[in-house]
């Protein structure tokens, strides 16, 4: 499977603030190349990011975002962490998730993204960035 959205460059910011899900505030920086994957509740692709080790992406720097909390107990036993950040959506316009953007902080914009499938499928259409 591969996502069907053509890529959009635009800028990104250099960092931003958000809840965890025990409701503590904490606050990511984006220093390097960072895969940004918004998340929702009750999403077979979602679910597979956040319960995965995700050795497929090997040492790149992942971020799991949601909108909301976790209204199902979905995330409870995950073995990635969830940031609530409603905010940084709607600043990279991430418009419906699952869905992810790549960050690159040198030149401080999204250089590609798309829709999540699953940690397989975003790595292979990432590939090309990871390989510079």
Not at 7 to 19: C, K, N, Q, W
Not at 49 to 69: C, M, P, Q, W
Request: aromatic share 6%.
């Amino acid at each position: 499977m591969r996502s069907f959205d053509a890529p959009r460059e635009r800028p990104a910011p250099g960092s931003f603030t958000g809840l965890t899900l025990q409701g503590d505030a904490i606050t990511h920086n984006f220093d390097d190349l960072t895969l940004l994957v918004a998340v929702k509740g009750m999403c077979d692709g979602c679910r597979d990011f956040v319960n995965s080790d995700l050795h497929e992406l090997g040492t790149l720097s992942v971020v799991i975002v949601s909108a909301t909390g976790d209204e199902h107990g979905e995330w409870e036993n995950a073995r990635q962490s969830v940031i609530v950040a409603p905010d940084v959506l709607e600043v990279l316009d991430i418009r419906s998730p699952p869905f992810y953007v790549l960050i690159d902080p040198l030149r401080a914009c999204v250089v590609t993204e798309g829709v999540v499938f699953g940690p397989a499928q975003v790595a292979e259409e990432i590939a090309s960035y990871l390989a510079r």
